[in-house]
Structures are given as structure tokens and as C-alpha cells.
């Protein structure tokens, strides 16, 4: 069976995580924590002040979200996202608004966004849709005409640039997943990255249960015992375990994993743009793009069909992501949202990571190439 996706973890992981278990013996967020955060702003090019790492990107987005929004308010998101994007919304009492997405980009439509702002929208929350950083400058434009803060779920742009600035580096409130599949793994894992003071004093005490200024204390391996807390928290602080196999796997992002994910990319690309059934998202032009998924958009209704046909020739694939706006937590009758509809009923995922070899990709290219002739 060729996956979907995997994590690729290798010696150099086990050796760092057997070194903080066996050395230090301290598991829970310490040293080991401040250091991939350090890691994290070098390579992305901001202090390290401003990065602040947690237990999933989950939990960075509802941080961020409870940093920004009270209960009632609201947040402009696609519907067209992972569960996480929405649930880290409601999970801060705040109503998740959903809107529709572009034909092309596959990310938020801004002008639909527009005509559901009410007096209690708070933010937008962008989502760097298959690492497409797109409209990020319309985005923010819109942003700032209304007022609005910006929450990017950038869980799929580790990396990524746009116009030679790295995702992360700029704009509002910026969130990553390290999870296992992740263009990054730390195991289980996110980051929350602003340069907002208020913001980043706030996520800092609220993943350590609110406790105060704890955070600092963390890093040399001492802790508050007499201390206030503010504002609700959560245990959503990193380990040092999976810091120590994040910080591994930073090292390998550009020499090793961008490169295979970026080839991968380019021979599906280049072997399917001709079929007539199938389309590709538009990327943004001056975008440097590590794809951490490979969706097409298999027209005719031929997705179902074309899928079953992988699957027996032992190519899983997958569906990112089923609207959530069909849920039925999110579910409401007035909600019209065409395009992602659509979409949802085109979208396919083909196999890519970077432990997968060009041969694998040529056969399932072959294999689509054949059942759509
Ligand atoms: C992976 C992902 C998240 C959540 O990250 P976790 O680390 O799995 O909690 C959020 N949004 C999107 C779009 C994702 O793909």
C-alpha cells in the first residue's frame, strides 16, 4: 500500500529524545522547549520571544482565539478547513462564521467574508489552504478596512514564503501544527508566532493553566509556587520530548523534506495537468510553496470512482476536507456556500511524503492516466 502520509522519523529523533529521558530526565516543557523556540524564530526570522510553542496546533489556535475574542463573538473562517480550525473557535465559546472559498486558490473568499461581517465579527481566520499562502495581501487589507484581527491557520505552511518573507514572519497571529504528518513533526505539537506583547503574554501564561509568568521559569528549570492567575489556562505547554524531536527535524526541513515534498509535487503536476478531468489548485505566483498535501479536483464526478480504482490498486488516498458547515455542530439552514459544495465533491488527495520515491509517484500517475483515458 502506498500512504497517504507519514511521519518520517528516523535515528536522530530516537537519540534526542533518548537524551533528554536519559540525561536531563525532565519531561515536561524546560529547557529543551525554549531551545525550539529559539530554533523556530532563527529560522523563521523573528525574535524568540514572539514564538510560543504548544502542545498541537489545536491548542495554538485556541489560544490565539482566546486571546482575541470573547463568548458571543464572532470569526470569519472557510468552511472548507480541518475540524480543528472551527473547533479551536467554539471551544473559546466563540461562533465560528462560515464562508465560502475561491474557485481557483481553494482559500477564503474575501468578498463573501465581507457580507457576513456583523458588529460582534472579531477576525478573520485564513487557512494556507495545501501550503498556498494566497491573497494574503488582499486579506489583510480587508482586515484592516474593517477592522479586523487576522488568524492564520498556516498548520499546512510551515516553511513557506511569499515574496521571500517566510510565513510567520509577518502579519498578525500565526499558528503551526507539528503533528505527525505535519511538512514538520515534533510528535505532537504547535506554535503560536506574533510580535503582539499583549497577545504573546497572554498565550504564555494561558498554556501553563494561566499561572502567571510562568513561563520563563520553565526554561531553567524552575517554576512559580506563589502565583495569581488571571485568565482561563489550559496544560497545552510543550514537552521537552517532543522538543527535542522537533528540534531534529527543523534541521531537516530544507535539506531533506522540502526538497522530496517540492519534486513529488512537480511530477504529479507535470504528468496530470493534461487530462481533461483533472485540475490543480492555483498557487500564489511568488510563493515558495512546501506542499504538505497534493489535492486535485477530479471533475465529471469521476472523484468517487477514480478513488475506489487507487484504493484496489493499493494507492490510499484521502479527502481534505469535508465541510464544516456540514457538521452537525456547525450546521445551520441559512448557510449557502456553493462553491465549497462543489469543491467538496471534486477534491482528492494523493499520496505525498518525503519517504515515498519518484517510482511510486509515476505509478500513480500511470494508474490515473489510465482509469480517466
Ligand atoms: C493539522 C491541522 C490543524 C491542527 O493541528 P494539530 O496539531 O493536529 O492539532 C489545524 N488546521 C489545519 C488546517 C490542519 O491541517
Not at 495581501?137 to 513557506?160: M, P, Q, T, W
Not at 503574554?201 to 509568568?213: M, P, Q, Y
Not at 534541521?251 to 526538497?259: I, T, V
Not at 456540514?326 to 449557502?336: A, C, Q
Request: charged share 25%; proline share 3%; aromatic share 10%.
Amino acid at each position: 500500500m502506498i500512504r497517504l502520509s507519514k511521519s518520517v522519523i528516523d535515528k536522530d529523533e530516537v537519540i534526542a529524545v533518548t537524551k533528554v529521558l536519559l540525561e536531563d530526565g525532565y519531561l515536561g516543557m524546560g529547557k529543551e522547549v525554549g531551545l525550539f523556540e529559539e530554533d523556530i524564530a532563527k529560522y523563521i526570522g523573528v525574535e524568540s520571544c514572539n514564538v510560543v510553542c504548544v502542545n498541537s496546533g489545536t491548542a495554538a489556535l485556541h489560544l490565539a482565539v482566546q486571546a482575541i475574542a470573547k463568548s458571543g463573538d464572532e470569526i470569519l473562517v472557510p468552511s472548507f478547513t480541518f475540524l480543528s480550525s472551527f473547533q479551536a473557535i467554539s471551544a473559546a465559546g466563540v461562533i465560528p462564521v462560515a464562508c465560502d472559498i475561491y474557485e481557483d486558490t481553494l482559500t477564503i473568499d474575501v468578498d463573501d467574508a465581507l457580507s457576513k461581517i456583523t458588529p460582534r465579527t472579531k477576525a478573520i481566520m485564513c487557512v494556507h489552504y495545501a501550503s498556498n499562502p494566497a491573497n494574503i495581501e488582499k486579506l489583510y487589507n480587508f482586515a484592516s478596512a474593517n477592522k479586523l484581527r487576522v488568524i492564520e491557520d498556516a498548520a499546512h505552511a510551515f516553511g513557506c514564503s511569499l515574496n521571500s518573507q517566510k510565513i510567520g514572519s509577518f502579519g498578525d497571529i500565526i499558528c503551526f501544527s507539528f503533528d505527525g504528518i505535519k511538512n514538520i513533526t515534533s510528535g505532537e505539537g504547535g506554535a503560536i508566532i506574533t510580535k503582539d506583547v499583549e497577545i504573546l503574554e497572554l498565550v504564555k501564561d494561558s498554556r501553563l493553566l494561566g499561572v502567571i509568568k510562568d513561563s520563563e521559569k520553565r526554561y531553567s528549570g524552575n517554576r512559580s509556587w506563589d502565583f495569581d492567575v488571571l485568565n482561563q489556562g489550559y496544560r497545552y505547554h510543550m514537552s521537552n520530548l517532543f522538543a527535542a524531536i522537533g528540534r531534529v527535524q527543523l534541521k531537516k526541513l530544507d535539506m531533506f523534506f522540502a526538497p522530496s515534498r517540492i519534486k513529488f509535487y512537480n511530477i504529479y503536476h507535470g504528468e496530470l495537468k493534461n487530462i481533461d478531468d483533472i485540475a490543480f489548485q492555483v498557487t500564489e505566483s511568488n510563493a515558495y510553496i512546501i506542499p504538505h498535501i497534493l489535492p486535485i479536483l477530479v471533475k465529471r464526478n469521476k472523484r468517487d470512482s477514480l478513488r475506489d480504482f487507487l484504493e484496489k490498486n493499493n494507492v490510499q488516498t484521502g479527502i481534505h476536507y469535508k465541510p464544516n458547515h456540514l457538521l452537525s455542530l456547525y450546521y445551520k439552514e441559512e448557510i449557502n456556500l456553493p462553491v465549497t459544495d462543489r469543491i467538496y465533491n471534486q477534491i482528492l488527495t494523493l499520496p505525498l511524503h518525503p519517504n515515498l520515491n519518484v517510482d511510486d509517484i509515476y505509478k500513480i500517475c500511470n494508474l490515473i492516466q489510465s482509469f480517466l483515458k
